[in-house]
């Protein structure tokens, strides 16, 4: 049977890890998928997590399991994490909540419950939006059509041009949105900018899909949530996929969630019912442990304060590399070619380089990107910038 199985292109993504690891140079440099890395070139256990994981071990008395929906207390508090405290949905008991195996797990439970409700309409996607987006809806039965988002000859958003397009989506359409730190290109919408968004999503009756996978990262944990907040306060329903991996440092424990706002509190519920039964017939249940360290830190004030503190330093430091890199580039190119980097948000940036200027980069100079020429900034240790700034003169020629 399997013979008739034709083999698989590695993942635009991940493929870049396995290549990397099989480069035996000793001046290589990991660009590629999104993971944060320090000074040493560590991806750290933040020392919250660590301390939740250790009152976790100490106290928990059992494996048994924790059922469909997952830790109720890890999504009340990612509820509020993504909503603010007190959010007029929250109040009205329009939210559903349910634990999942990572941000990739929660969107395509939010994909499949699309599906299950009868969408046949294409979910809007930015263009360019994360690799992984197009194949997640496509197999959970949906289609994708883009939506124009990032100039990649000029590093701008093409936000008129967005507004034209969702203005002219048929009524109910599913739009996929970035949350913050926009994959791949870490050019965010302004505030002003969400606010004509949720204007003509409203006046349209669209519903936002949206992907937050770096809530923290980019400016702030509420300014990143601004346009989500915005959208869930003016639209009635709403689909958001969480994830931790990046915020929590939590990546291969797969945390995430998946919250839905529905127009009222029975559809919420029932929501609920399906995305449990779905959850059944994928995989049961999510897995435990890293929700658990998550709502460990939520419950205890100083856990949170120490994981705040953790996070607003990653969030400076991958600033303080962007600027660097930026200068950096600066330096080589004589001009400000890539001086987009420095203001763009989160872990990402797309430096706008041709498939042969990847490549070159890649085999000539050990410096590994994303086949569009998207960046890891988070990936950068400091001491490598001045060198990758070099390379990438060099293979640009
Ligand atoms: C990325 O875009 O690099 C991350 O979201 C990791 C992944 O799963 O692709």
């Known amino acids: 049977m399997f013979q008739t199985l034709s083999p698989v292109p590695p993942d635009p993504l991940l493929g870049v890890t396995e290549a ?33 994981e250790q009152k976790l071990l100490a106290k928990q008395s059992t494996k048994g399991y924790v059922g469909q929906a997952g830790n109720r207390q890890f999504a009340a508090a990612l509820e509020t994490l993504a909503l603010g405290a007190g959010h007029p949905a929250l109040v009205a008991k329009r939210v559903a909540t349910l634990q999942a195996p990572g941000g990739t797990g929660a969107l395509r439970l939010g994909a499949e419950l699309l599906a299950l409700s009868g969408y046949r309409g294409k979910v809007l996607v930015s263009d360019p ?20 988002y990032y100039d990649r000859s000029t590093g701008a958003l093409l936000v008129a041009r967005m507004l034209a397009a969702l203005d002219a989506a048929e009524p109910g359409t599913v739009v996929l949105l970035h949350g913050s730190c926009h994959n791949p290109t870490g050019a965010d919408l302004a505030e002003s900018d969400w606010r004509a968004v ?15 996978a770096y809530q923290g990262l980019g400016r702030g944990l509420d300014q990143d949530a601004h346009g989500m907040r915005l959208l869930a306060e003016r639209l009635p329903e709403l689909v958001v996929a969480v994830s931790c991996s990046k915020n929590f440092g939590l990546y291969r424990e797969r945390v995430g969630a998946l919250t839905l706002i529905a ?50 330093a990653m969030r400076e430091r991958v600033m303080g590399l962007r600027r660097d890199l930026a200068a950096a580039l600066r330096r080589e190119f004589g001009g400000p070619r890539f001086d987009f980097v420095a203001g763009q948000n989160g872990m990402f940036s797309v430096l706008g380089l ?44």
Do not use: C
Not at 129 to 143: D, E, K
Not at 198 to 212: E, H, Y
Not at 299 to 310: F, N, P
């Open 198 to 212: 949720a204007d003509v999503m409203a006046q349209r009756r669209l519903v936002p899909f949206i992907d937050i």
């Open 20 to 52: 990397f690891r099989a480069d035996p140079s000793s001046s290589k440099v990991d660009l590629g998928v999104g993971v944060y890395r320090d000074a040493s070139g560590q991806t750290p256990v933040m020392a919250a997590v660590r301390a939740a």
């Open 129 to 148: 939006t994360w690799a992984n987006h197009i194949p997640l809806m496509g197999g959970a039965g949906l289609q994708t059509a883009p939506y124009p």
């Open 263 to 312: 127009e009222n509190s029975a559809a919420a519920t029932t929501s609920m019912g399906h995305l449990q039964s779905l959850a059944r017939r994928n995989y049961s249940m999510p897995p435990d442990h890293g929700a658990a360290i998550v709502a460990g830190i939520f419950a205890d004030e100083t856990l949170k304060a120490q994981w705040l503190a953790e996070l607003t």
């Open 354 to 397: 041709s498939p042969e200027a990847v490549q070159k980069l890649r085999n000539e100079h050990h410096v590994y990107t994303a086949p569009d020429s998207r960046v890891n900034i988070a990936g950068l240790t400091g001491g490598d910038i001045d060198a990758v700034a070099k390379a990438v003169r060099l293979a640009v020629g």
